[in-house]
């Protein structure tokens, strides 16, 4: 059965579930402040190049497809990180970085690739805090529109469509 062994690529993994949320938890980063001079993609690039240089090189990814860009939202930004492409269990599709000013942090959200019990494909809806990684169940499809909206309903956030 896949669903019991799939296990997440060591760089995909420590990209989206590691090295992003753990800038974002130390709020050291603004994000969307680089996003919106356009220098986090090449940033992101480096980034995802220099985990990998900390891997074995049979571990190492292409970054194909990593990319960033501030969604169109009502009353809070949320920086969506595309992933390369997702196909093993806990392999994140996009992360969700928004500025929580209520609580002067920034918020960390997944969509993760997932198996059901008879291994099919699903999703996940995930956030990391300080306390570790937190499982809200199944998530949407791994479309950019339809993460935007689960975060919208999940933590009542205003996002709009478009952008």
Known sequence: MLHESDRPRAHHYGFGHRLLPGLALRGRTDFHELASRALLDQLLCAWWQDLGESLPPEERLPHDGLRSELANTGNLPVLLVTMPAACHAAEAYFVGIIADEEQNAW?????????????????????????????????????????????????????????
């Not at 019990?117 to 998530?139: F, I, Q």
């Open 107 to 163: 918020r960390c959200f997944t969509l993760e690739h997932a198996w059901t019990l008879d291994d099919r494909p699903v999703t996940v809806l995930g956030e990391w805090t300080a306390n570790g990684h937190v499982n809200y169940g199944d998530g949407p499809p791994p479309e950019r529109q339809a993460f935007l909206e689960a975060l919208r309903l999940r933590r009542g956030l205003s996002v709009r469509a478009g952008g």
